[in-house]
């Protein structure tokens, strides 16, 4: 069977189910915007496959094509067809367009039961060179042969990424020939954890850290029901590979709690609409449901009736959703319930899930984020960068297979310089989620511009062992042990909210575009990624000056994140924020507070000693030959020195300068950055969007304030501890 | 015409009408219990005068002999009196009591057109030694000859003082003979201000620095309906002689603007319930009404149709509650609108308003806090301290008479230690109020035990021009000029709530008590307030050891401001708390912010130099000797050293210490006091009400936890900045 549908037919009143035809504000085009399919749309393309995600992307070429003058033509719809009634093909014989049986230009295809479309050229189902391993669920064969390009999947999300993948491509996919090369993620799971509360909290409002706006899930205790916006969104998170979100809260309040049970549907519903993009659906529970819900005297996880009620539940969300992710869990951590109440430990907590999902498929994500949030300043012994490893370490080997123990990057909190968490080299035998915070919460809240992907570069990159063994992202992909397997997975807070530009500032799109694009793969370029998310962002014919566009872009954002950690917290130290809010300084705000982030500035240094001599022994947390490196104040990397050391103010960094000079330095350079980007970011007028361009800049304007603050706090804050005056005699208040 | 109720009678089925009959919880007696009215409830009483403020004193009289033995009886009603149909006595013939007839004990009467009653001696119509002046509405004469106590007053009012005249002092009242004596008021006007919100509010929820939980006025955007409560409000207030209150907070939302259109009725139901009291209502207004609610374009004090407005909406207020008070206004302060906004100055927006109050004999109550909220803390030239002098010094003699300028005690906001503000002596041609905070927002939030009349007694004492001169309480009392006038008043922002102990701390009740008082006479010793305030609260019949109740109640409190400034900031630098909620130490919690409040510590050293020589000029707002005093880091108190000057941490006291081991001695030193205060506390347990000694022991747990807390931040603080160890050796973290 065959069909097609014409450009002038879709256009005429084809499919409009991702358009924005609501009655919501349409929201910013961000990386997909029509212009971003020019190249695919001009072709003549034929989509060979069956199903929901098959149909997504039938749509997306037909959308393409109506836009830009190709054709689309689908073959392979099966008669048990999932696809949507009103898709344009349906099965169907030829709608009669006029290009039907000319040559193809790109066939996107499935390999199933039913034979190739004849288009596909032979040499398009060789073997690529050097990899003979399944493609799996979501991995694509691409290539370009005799003048036809050719996608090839061996299931239906695969085809959906390939087709993104030509998208990103642009012309180039349709130049030349290319020989076949396999494309897979390197992350089975590319998650967002949506900390978006159903009811208004009175402390943390609609979005928990969220910093663009209301959810675009919830709204004063319910549904939004914006059903335009949520597809809106799957279809930009498909595009950079993320393949789950959890849809509320990790903190769960009592209507969040319900989502589980009697408002089970409105999970359904997200469900429903993002599932066309391969995107499945998680939630965040509480440990205590079997009572807030359930009505049980205990959760102990031990206990039967507590078992009961979870694999019941369970059974119930799974009848609903088949396709149901799993649980997101905050356990014994600020102030949430979790078995340490019962006197259980982690790995008991963490199974008593896992046992009631595993038969549905889904998964547990378990949150190593449990540490002592009622700390004494006084007392220097505990330390909370110790708290992850120490609790969950001796839990290696304990967990249930379908357990992703979910483990903050670093050791503390989201800052914009930690180490890497040592929790990831410690649980050979545990498979581990490393999670991100794509929401700025440290890093300026979407009014600072700062590109995070090279910052998540680094960690992923890390080795934990040292030069030359594994990465963190090799650890993420493969679990060793009896059974090795492909394995965990990269999670992220997410930062979209019902924002226009979805991320409050505009250019903090390009850091949800960059997760994904890691999280497919962790061995990008970040400067790479940021030149894709131009050219679909910024399509040359779009703009006034492409080039100008893009080196401006490039030059306010490449090295953003290393200006942000310039003008706030010197040297890795940390937490020097407002405690309300966690935006702009206050050198002291943490300092004498319970949450166990300080910095023990006195007159004479500055920094934390973790070092085993003298201090905490987090240190001794790391294998070599990190525990010997971080242990050495002269061996530490200097923007580190402060997290694991106390030193002088006198003391001498690799780079020459001491520790107070250098805190000098790197904030006058900061602010000095920030007014440059300003600068640059000006000369764009005109040449891009006003809107976008308005945005920008009213974001510049405030973070310029915000540096300069940053800068006069933390330099007056020294100079009137140290003493020493700046080398350079410039203004320290 | 005569009547008398007995005791029996009344407690029969005699008046509840201040009972706790309502269906709210029954709040705590304070310091009018039963058992205070013992002396007076014994005792054969003839009540002469008529009114509804001679009705609530008959009540009480009644009242007090049905629990204590003692009759009452009425005389002098009139046909058209304004007293309740449900008096007892309502001028009807005797009830025939047993004990009519017989010769009476104490006698208060109104003097007025009729004749006194026989009882009343010969000798106590005297006129008293020394006193030939006019009682005036709230005067009274008392004294005792012939064995008959003799209470005599001009006007109803005057009568009900006299009334609690007599409970304070007990069986003293009735022993002995004493020449005769006149009392009467120094400020005419003691009021509380209630900053209560009508609409709870995001910030500053439903009482802005309330601590003694909801408003008794309002809840969740209503009236609360909480008539007893009102009424038992009502009348401590008129025991200790607060005769004026405003029912709203001074920064007006949108809710509470509206009290003064089509929320009036709401205002008169509270007026209606603190008229047998003798306390007027006066409202908080925002400047922008006539924009907010009467729809002008303008609030232009000068404009037409906003005298007009103004004019016609106060006339309306009169209309409906006859005796209401007046106007409390804050403007061009903290973000509320005000006349700078028209260019206009401040004694134009104040005389707007007086026009339109003074036909009905309304006052206006204009704020003098206005100062610079966005302040950049680089700048060291303004200095807030000098806002309120440098705004209304210049506008001296230009302010209609029925203006009350309100300034707080000190130039900079409520702190346990400032100079007294320089305002106070530079504006002779205008009726002033001064501030003080009941409730307790800078000290201890009734979390803490704080007795602060020795703190207002020096504020009331201070020598503006030095000794001999006039005090503070004498400039209040007096405004000079070409027709001189009885005049100032004394205001404080309220500290009850809707708490069952009013005050959330059962001994801030203290506060709230030795207000009135020194608000009716400023020469009165704290100690001996306590000792009225101990008499009346912990009648010695209902204890049980009462020597040592009252040892310990003065051992807690006498002392108690001066333990809390010694644990606090030190020497009058001020301001060292958490800016969320101004609870608990902060030491650079406000020195980076805009609020103008700073202690420029580094280093080398601590203080604001707010000399003329080198600083911000401040003390030149002072007359001689202070001008010269404060200028001097010499000659400047010890206490407020810190406020004028920036001194090295070696500068030496005059108290012998250097600045640095004072700071450490003092924070040591009031952390123990705080020990011995729990101590002695804990050893009163079973000798008073026992809910009353919890509430205070719990109370005094947290007191001791955050004493400790400030004691180890500021100690810890400077420590670290200056690098000097503890002469004595003691632990500092």
Redesign the interface.
């Known amino acids: 069977m065959s069909g097609s549908v014409t450009a002038r037919d879709a256009a005429a009143g084809g499919p409009t189910r991702d358009g924005a035809a609501g009655t919501a504000p349409v929201p910013h085009a961000a990386w997909l915007p029509p212009e971003a399919f020019r190249a695919l749309g001009a072709r003549r393309v034929l989509v060979h496959g069956d199903g929901p995600l098959v149909d997504t992307v039938f749509d997306e070429v037909v959308r393409a094509c109506a836009g830009h003058g190709g054709w689309a033509g689908r073959t392979g719809v099966g008669a048990g067809s999932g696809s949507s009634a009103d898709g344009p093909s349906a099965g169907g014989p030829s709608a009669g367009g006029s290009s039907a049986g000319c040559p193809v230009d790109l066939v996107l295809a499935v390999r199933g039961a039913d034979p190739l479309p004849s288009a596909v050229p032979a040499g398009a189902t060789a073997t690529p060179v050097g990899d003979a391993g399944p493609l799996g669920d979501e991995g694509f064969l691409c290539s370009r042969v005799d003048g036809v390009t050719v996608v090839l999947a061996d299931a239906p999300a695969g085809l959906l990424y390939g087709l993104f993948h030509l998208v990103r491509a642009g012309e180039a996919a349709f130049t030349g020939d290319r020989p076949t090369r396999a494309h897979r993620p390197t992350l089975r799971r590319r998650m967002l954890d949506h900390w978006d509360n159903v009811a208004v909290h009175p402390g943390s409002g609609q979005v928990e850290r969220g910093y663009a706006g209301g959810s675009i899930f919830w709204r004063d205790g319910g549904p939004r029901g914006d059903r335009d916006r949520l597809r809106a969104y799957g279809r930009l998170l498909a595009s950079t590979g993320v393949n789950a979100i959890s849809v509320n809260n990790v903190n769960v309040g009592v209507t969040e709690a319900r989502l589980l049970t009697d408002r089970l549907d409105d999970v359904a519903e997200i469900a429903d609409l993002l599932r066309p993009y391969g995107v499945r659906v998680h939630l965040s529970v509480t440990f205590a449901a079997p009572v807030v819900l359930g009505g049980l005297p205990t959760a102990d996880p031990l206990d039967d009736e507590v078992r009961q009620w979870w694999h019941d539940t369970t059974r119930r969300v799974f009848a609903r959703i088949p396709d149901f992710g799993g649980y997101v869990v905050k356990a014994d951590s600020e102030g949430q319930p979790g078995p340490f109440t019962y006197g259980r430990d982690h790995a008991d907590g963490a199974n008593l899930l896992a046992a009631a999902l595993a038969p549905h498929g889904g998964v547990v994500h378990w949150r190593a984020f449990v540490y002592d949030h009622r700390q004494d ?2 007392d220097r012994r505990t330390d909370r960068a110790r708290a992850a490893y120490d609790h969950f370490a001796p839990l290696d080997g304990r967990f249930a297979d379908n357990v992703v123990l979910q483990v903050k990057f670093g050791p503390v909190d989201f800052q914009p310089r930690e180490p890497v968490s040592p929790v990831i080299a410690a649980m050979p035998a545990t498979r581990l989620a490393v999670e991100l915070q794509v929401t700025q919460e440290y890093t300026g809240q979407q009014w600072h511009a700062c590109y995070l992907a090279p910052w998540w570069r680094e960690v992923l990159g890390f080795r934990p062992w040292g030069p030359p063994e594994r990465t963190v992202a090799d650890v993420l992909a493969d679990v060793p042990g009896p059974q090795p397997r492909r394995g965990g997975d990269l999670v992220a807070v997410a930062n979209v909210g019902d924002d226009p530009f979805w991320c409050g500032h505009p250019l903090a799109q390009a850091n949800l575009y960059a997760f994904g694009r890691l999280a497919w793969d962790p061995c990008l370029d970040p400067v790479a990624i940021l030149d894709e998310w131009i050219d679909l962002t910024f399509p040359a014919s779009t703009v006034g000056d492409p080039d100008l566009v893009r080196a401006t872009l490039h030059a306010v954002l490449d090295d953003s994140w290393r200006t942000y950690e310039r003008y706030t917290a010197p040297l890795g130290v940390g937490f020097m924020v407002n ?2 809010g966690h935006y702009g ?4 705000g943490y300092e ?1 507070s319970r949450w166990g982030t300080y910095h023990f ?4 240094g500055v920094g934390v000693d973790r070092t085993r001599a003298t201090g905490t022994g987090f240190t001794g947390q790391y294998p070599p030959p990190w525990s010997q490196v971080y242990e050495s104040p002269e061996r530490c990397p200097d923007e580190l020195l402060l997290f694991f050391h106390h030193v002088p103010y006198s003391h001498v960094l690799h780079n020459g300068s001491t520790v107070i000079q250098h805190i000098y330095d790197t904030h006058f350079a900061g602010v000095e950055e920030v007014v440059a980007m300003r600068e640059r970011w000006a000369r764009l007028a005109g040449m891009i969007d006003r809107a976008v361009h308005d945005r920008v800049a009213e974001r510049l304007d405030e973070q310029l304030r915000c540096a300069t ?1 940053w800068r ?2 933390v330099n ?2 020294f ?5 020493v005056p700046d080398a350079r005699g410039r203004r320290i ?1």
Chains 1, 2 share one sequence.
Do not use: I, L, N
């Open positions: 300043w006084r405690p309300a300084p206050s050198v002291d004498y500035a006195d007159r004479d603050e006069d706090q007056t804050y100079f009137r501890k140290s003493g208040h």
